[in-house]
């Protein structure tokens, strides 16, 4: 084998060569794009948010969203909580300009903080924000201490006072923790939208990314007069109203 | 030596024994099934599985719960809908925490409390999804 490479050899290598490495490449490529999204960690590229239009959301809807949540995630049947102690995770919120006394109606939960107070104050780091910017507790750290229902300047969550069964498997809940809307994370993760929003049938509450210029929250946030609660605190919220 | 060699191969030919007359009866009615099939779940093997699942499942919590990364692999609910088992009078499954379940049989034997289930659902899928 002692020949020496002439021109069209090498030609004819190099090329076979490069085709080779070529299909391999774009194998890998191919590969990387058919994973499923669910394979990889969420970054913050993304940041999911709502849009809910009071003027155009009835009582009846705000009232179907509460227990369509209820539904989807298992809570509102604790018998021995009484009160106070019952969990809420998104309520029905009416508030009265002092001037005309027009009342509005709104559902209040968790407002997906870009700074949450909540999960500054957790002492156990239980109390937490996604790279996508859902705020969730991860119970498996809870220790029940509560700060971060005091922090909370929505009162949006809720302490389980009482020991539970036949959760929803999806949805982990059990006494001495606290919990709040997780935004349906396990639907989100999925490419759905979160329960009370799929629960309206108009476009009175949309849900999306945030970040993204092509997504419909996103559009109609740049077009029409929206709010933050509380805006002054300063929190960045993921949830946003317009009509207040 | 060949004394040694056939006591070896009587203490060999026990452990086989041992295993095929061992209660299988709680294993759970899919992961029967799949075990009747002859396909292999836990590639891994049986003695990984065994010691090693508390580490699995704390780590995928981690990744699901703070990362999103939500496949079958490690997942609480995946051992949940393998392993527990029917009641045959009441159609009804039993808790995989109950006493002589799946999960109880070895944490009863080696006095280890599980705590997955004071939140974690302990029968397969019902209802909304």
Known sequence: MSKTLNRRDFIKTSSATTVGVATIVSGITLTTFAANANENPVTNEKRWGMLIDTNKLTEVEIDGMVSACQQENGWGSEVHSTGDQKPTWVRKLKVQDKATGKITSLPLMCQHCEEPPCVDVCPTNASMKREDGIVLVDKHLCIGCRYCMMACPYDARSFVHEDLTDQREHMPRGKGTVESCTLCVHKVDNGESPACVASVNSDAVIFGDLYDPKSNINQTLKKVQSAQIRADLDLNTGVRYSGI | ?129
């Open chain 2, 1 to 129: 030596m060949y004394r040694l060699v056939a006591i070896l191969m009587v203490l060999l030919m026990g452990n086989v024994f041992a295993d095929k007359h061992a209660d299988h009866s709680n294993l759970g009615e899919e992961a029967s099934s799949i075990k009747a099939s002859g396909k292999i779940f836990h590639t891994d093997g049986l003695d990984v599985i065994r010691k090693m699942h508390p580490d699995f499942l704390n780590h995928k919590r981690d990744k699901t719960l703070r990362e999103g990364v939500r496949t079958k692999e490690g997942s609480l609910k995946g051992c949940v809908n393998c392993h527990a088992i029917k009641d045959k009078k009441t159609n009804q499954y039993h808790p995989v925490n109950d006493k002589d379940q799946f999960c109880s049989t070895c944490h009863q034997q080696v006095s280890v409390s599980v705590d997955c289930f004071s939140c974690h659902r302990t029968t397969p899928r019902k209802g909304t999804k």
